[in-house]
């Protein structure tokens, strides 16, 4: 066998040598750029220089048959090391390749090791990418080829209930960091060969898996080839979160409004699917993005449709309300104390008056000092650890609802529009679009403080030009109201029964019909009721 081998690999070697001929002068390729050689010492020397000061590299020797050695490659912590062991090794060893002592060449194979993916590389690149994508390299003394085997393994996180979309009534499971994981928690919400879903590697150092889903005989066609062109475009060395993908490939990427909406629900991205959106799930993160959405989207939450219509209608409203709060609520104190009192009744402004009596600061000053404390104090239990955070947030409350109105600092009244700011800025459901609104909330108070009433109805009308023109990945970012869609409105301001949601949103060109009337509902009574 040596001998045979020995002799292939003289009769191979003046053909690669002239294919690999370096014209004098030149330094030699690295080992990652050459085939892989039958040579079992070159074989050794290029994994162990690919892979030099690499300490999570493990390199094995394995004794194919007495006379055939290979090396087995991989690192550690990524695999699973009893896959290794116990459906690669084992089997070797038990004998199985000492029917090819003779045949050196015949390859490994799904049917010969006790694993469902083996894969032969011939080159060192490709054989670097499989070792770094979590798979064992197997090179053989005297073959031209590597056998790659899906031992994905290492420790990760198991299914939990999401953290940022927490429900009192629904599914309880949320996406995880590892994307077949993900993947399969979709495939259960959905069992349909219509639910597509496209692989792609993204990062030229990262390598990120991602998958692009979609329900093939819902979703636009054009919509699908226009996410793909923009994800092919993408050209940059790592992505590490859902938010490069989402920054790289949105439709305007200055606007302070978010053009995709993420979660880590499985029920909330099933649901868009079935509405003819997309989703792109990536390795790594458990946030999914989808698109294309409208403003409305943001403001609804998994609950509204597994409450009873009544009760999600209450909840819907009481959260546009108090998305207006959030919004311009300090405006509104700031312009009416500083320019229009006689708005309010005699005995409240006298009130408010009398509580600012001894405030060396302005309104505006007074309100940007309150929301600039709250925000910070916010984003400080956010960062710190759990237990430390609860103890920051006690402390502040104290400072600013105490200590800074007895110091004379603040005004007891603006305490109270800051608080209720703060708590209704936490009823959006989508935490990209809260902060948005916190981010705008301090342009409008800068031109209440200006201009009063007149600055806030300005800001108003800017935002609201900038929301007619705005888009997601072609779709009206008011779609439903401007433009004007009446099967949209059934889910905009008010959340129709589901016996009267019929037909999915307009944006989907074909199969729109998602409900059968005559079959799945009706309003009617039955007869003997």
Same mark, same amino acid.
């Given at each position: 066998m040596a001998d045979k081998t020995s002799g292939k690999d003289k009769s191979r070697q003046p053909e690669r040598e002239e294919k690999n001929h370096i014209p004098?002068?030149?330094?030699?390729p690295p080992f990652i750029r050459q085939p892989i050689s039958t040579i079992h010492e070159t074989q050794i020397q290029a994994v162990k220089e690919i892979f030099s000061d690499c300490s999570d590299v493990v390199f094995r020797n394995v004794m194919i048959t007495p006379e055939v050695k290979g090396l087995l490659?991989?690192?550690?912590?990524?695999? =699973?090391?009893?896959?290794?062991q116990e459906h690669m090794l084992r089997p070797i060893i038990r004998g199985l390749v000492q029917q090819r002592t003779d045949k050196p060449d015949v390859p490994l194979d799904d049917t010969t090791v006790e694993l469902t993916q083996v894969k032969r590389v011939e080159t060192w690149a490709a054989a670097t990418e499989g070792v770094l994508a979590s798979s064992a390299l197997l090179v053989v003394d005297g073959s031209s080829e590597a056998w790659m085997f899906n031992v994905k393994g290492g420790v990760r996180r198991g299914v939990e209930e999401p953290q940022t979309e927490s429900v009192i009534r629904g599914p309880r499971e949320g996406f995880t960091e590892t994307l077949r994981v993900n993947t399969a928690l979709l495939r259960f919400k959905l069992k349909t060969p219509s639910l597509k879903m496209v692989s792609m590697t993204l990062g030229t150092e990262t390598k990120t898996d991602i998958v692009l889903t979609y329900m093939e005989d819902i979703a636009d066609p054009k919509l699908i080839r226009d996410v793909k062109k923009r994800l092919e475009k993408i050209k940059i060395d790592g992505i590490l979160e859902s938010g490069y993908i989402e920054e790289l490939i949105e439709d305007h990427p200055y606007s302070p409004f978010p053009q995709m909406h993420y979660s880590e629900r499985p029920d909330t991205v099933a649901g868009n699917l079935l509405e003819g959106r997309f989703a792109i799930m990536i390795d790594g993160t458990p946030f999914a993005l989808i698109a294309p959405v409208t403003m409305w989207q943001m403001l609804q939450a998994s609950e509204d449709y597994y409450e009873r219509f009544f009760i999600s209608n209450l909840v819907r409203w009481i959260r546009f309300l108090f998305v207006a709060i959030a919004l311009f609520l300090p405006a509104l104190y700031i312009s009416i104390t500083t320019f229009h009192q006689d708005m309010?009744?005699?005995t409240l402004i006298l009130s408010i008056a009398g509580a600012r009596e001894a405030i060396p600061f302005p309104a505006l000053v007074e309100a940007?000092?309150?929301? @600039?404390? *709250?925000? +910070?104090?916010?984003? +400080?239990?956010?960062? @710190?650890?759990?237990?430390?955070?609860?103890?920051?947030?006690i402390l502040g409350a104290l400072v600013i609802g105490q200590a800074a109105v007895q110091a004379g600092i603040v005004s007891a009244p603006m305490v109270i529009i800051v608080s209720m700011t703060g708590i209704a800025s936490f009823t959006i459901p989508r *935490? =990209? *679009? +809260?902060?948005?609104?916190?981010? %705008?909330? *301090?342009?409008?108070?800068? %031109? +209440?403080?200006?201009?009063?009433?007149?600055g806030i109805?300005?800001?108003l009308v800017l935002i609201s030009v900038h929301l007619t023109q705005m888009t997601s990945f072609g779709v009206p970012y008011l779609s439903g109201?401007?433009?004007?869609?009446?099967?949209?409105t059934k889910d905009i301001l008010i959340r129709v029964p589901w016996w009267k949601m019929i037909n999915r949103p307009s944006t989907v060109q074909d199969n729109q019909k998602r409900m059968n009337e005559k079959i799945n509902g009706s309003p009617e009574a039955e007869e003997g009721w």
């Open positions: 004098l002068g030149l330094p030699s490659v991989y690192i550690e912590g990524i695999v =699973n090391s009893a896959d290794i309010l009744p005699t940007l000092i309150m929301e @600039l404390s *709250f925000e +910070a104090l916010r984003e +400080a239990g956010v960062r @710190l650890p759990k237990t430390v955070g609860q103890a920051v947030s *935490f =990209n *679009f +809260a902060i948005t609104v916190r981010l %705008l909330r *301090f342009p409008i108070m800068l %031109l +209440a403080g200006m201009l009063g009433l007149y109805v300005i800001g109201l401007s433009p004007y869609s009446k099967t949209d």
